[in-house]
């Protein structure tokens, strides 16, 4: 079954700080996708990436960068000299085809907390 | 740009008592889904639903839930007697097609809480 694994439960850094968030994911498929979302304490999801099985090269969008290992089965995010208005609960999503249906998979969220 | 909404953004009810939580998705997605949160747990599927039938659902989606699109526009959860552990955000979600390569695009959610 489809898995995505967030070890890292709560983080707290000062600002400034380069953070990263790891995610680590099982799946039987062959071509799935892979995704990163942004919970603020408001709660709605804020789509932040998707990224294809296929496409191994890493991301940078200002200062977010995520680095995807098929070898190692994980697809972690970097925040680079991070904010306060980052903090948030960060979860990474897998992708599952069913028959005839689609889900996603989430992990367990990271909770980042950055301190003035 | 088209969003997913919902309505309302926060609903408090009474134990036992039924809810119904409304979604409109995207005009032109086929595939509709819900997904709960409890707070402070990760975000976990419920069902999904396409062509007026549920095409797959979670364990979690019992009896007590039922899902459906009452017009044209509209995608509801019903839950018929909530219990205190309904209590939870419930986002809705659509796509395009079934497939993964189609993004489902998720609304800013209902959060249920049951007295």
Redesign the interface.
């Known amino acids: 079954a489809q898995k995505v694994t967030q070890a890292q439960t709560e983080i707290s850094v000062v600002e400034k700080e380069d953070v990263t968030l790891d995610c680590v994911y099982e799946t039987r ?1 062959t ?3 892979l995704f990163w979302y942004k919970q603020p304490p408001s ?3 804020v ?1 932040l990436i ?1 990224r294809n099985s296929f496409d191994e090269q890493n991301e940078i969008s200002g200062r977010y960068s995520w680095n995807f290992q098929k070898s190692t089965s994980s697809f972690n995010f970097t925040i680079t000299a991070s904010q306060v208005v980052d903090s948030a609960v960060y ?1 990474c ?1 897998l ?15 990271t909770r980042l907390t950055i301190n003035p | 740009e088209p969003e997913v909404t919902q309505t309302p953004s926060h609903q408090v009810t009474q134990m036992g008592q039924e809810v119904i939580l409304r979604c409109v998705p995207i005009s032109n997605h086929l595939y509709f889904y819900w997904y709960r949160q409890i707070l402070g747990q990760k975000v976990e599927f419920l069902v999904s639903f396409y062509n007026n039938e549920i095409s797959e659902k979670s364990e979690i989606f019992d009896d007590q839930f039922s899902v459906e699109r009452p017009d044209g526009s509209n995608f509801t959860l019903k839950i018929r007697s909530t219990k205190l552990e309904d209590s939870a955000m419930y986002f809705c979600a659509s796509s395009r097609t079934y497939l993964t390569s189609d993004e489902q695009f998720f609304g800013p959610g209902t959060r249920l809480t049951v007295l």
Do not use: C, I, N, P
């Open positions: 498929d071509t799935y996708y709660g709605e999801l789509f998707r979860f999503a992708s599952e085809a069913l028959q005839g249906a689609q889900k996603l998979v989430f992990g367990q969220g």
